[in-house]
């Protein structure tokens, strides 16, 4: 009798031994069940949260609309040398963008200051012309040539401005290709968005003419000059999208605030 119960006591602590092992096993099967992206997910965190940035009214890489040039450089998502000073406005590339090219900034320059030079002279000519030469042939001859050298002058003026025009329309091609800000005197002007980039909408470089259509018809969108579309930025009064269009393909886009002064 004595014999029979130690026996009975030995199978039972057998039987709680194989149902902890069995509860074991059960727990380590339910854990193994989780699906491969969930495991992934939880091992890379990172990848949660590797969705593009959206180039939009937030602005993008931490620069806002508007937002003051030394606030926006020190964030650290711009290069610290300008790439272009033409016309008062600075303009910044993305950090690991191109770098400044010396001598394109020297030509903006030289080119600058000489159309500021020749048509601050012309406009104090027209404003202040010369008293009516005498009639004798003396005086003619004298307002004859003073004539030639006004003419020159403002031929002078006119070319000058033209050139000024070129650069910066080259100025405004390598910005918007590139990506970056330019600043002006009330902040962060326009901010361009780099290849890679696409908004809300989906919109970026290589987008078709059509996709483009698509997305901002609706909201405005109209053509300007230059193969430009432009349409208003949401909840951003003054800001406007602005796309170049080279034949059916978007080749650039950014925001621009057309009132932003640059000094």
Known sequence: MHRTRTLRRISGSRAGAVLTAAAVLTGGVACSSASPEATSASADPAAASAAPEVFGPAGYRGLTLGMAKDAALAGGKLASAPTSTLDGC?????????????????????????????????????????????????????????????????????????????????????????????????????????????????????????????????KGLKAGDNGRFQVPVDGKPDWVYEFTVNGDKVGSVSMVNPKSKCA
């Open 90 to 218: 600075v303009d910044f590339s993305y950090t690991g963008g191109p770098a400044p090219d010396p001598a394109r900034m020297k030509a903006e320059a030289e080119v600058e200051a000489k159309a500021k030079e020749l048509n601050k002279k012309a406009d104090e000519l027209q404003e202040n012309p010369d008293a009516k030469p005498g009639s004798s042939a003396a005086d003619s001859a004298k307002a004859a040539e003073k004539d030639a050298a006004d003419a020159k002058l403002y031929a002078d003026a006119a070319m000058a401005s033209a050139d000024l025009a070129i650069k910066r329309e080259e100025r405004g091609k390598a910005f918007v290709a590139a990506g970056g800000a330019s600043f002006g005197k009330d902040g962060l002007r326009e901010l361009a968005a780099p290849s890679d980039a696409k908004t809300a909408e989906g919109i970026g470089v290589g987008s078709s003419l059509g996709e483009l259509k698509t997305a901002y018809d609706a």
